[in-house]
């Protein structure tokens, strides 16, 4: 237990802001929309040296391929008809 957890933080310890990313968040999923929704929703810097936000997610299953519980908002999110299509548009 806690792979996954570990996977995503040396992931997000390798990928510090650069060139590349301004900003590198590790979080659990169910953060999203407090920690990276907001940034998501607006287009990278014109500044920037990227056209579009970099997104990795480092996930683990439970039972059946299930979603973990602290991811359950996140797949509900995604799953929900009533999301904007355009709600990754600038990832």
């Not at 237990?1 to 979080?27: L, R, W, Y």
């Not at 920037?48 to 908002?73: C, F, H, L, M, Q």
Request: charged fraction near 25%.
């Amino acid at each position: 237990t806690g792979n996954a957890e570990h996977i995503a933080k040396d992931i997000a310890d390798k990928f510090q802001p650069s060139a590349c990313f301004d900003s590198v968040v590790c979080a659990e999923l169910d953060q999203f929309k407090k920690k990276c929704l907001p940034t998501w929703e607006q287009p990278p810097p014109a500044e920037a040296s990227y056209g579009k936000y970099g997104i990795v997610v480092v996930t683990s299953t439970t039972g059946n391929g299930d979603a973990p519980e602290n991811a359950g908002r996140f797949v509900r999110f995604i799953k929900r008809k009533t999301t904007p299509k355009d709600t990754f548009q600038h990832c």
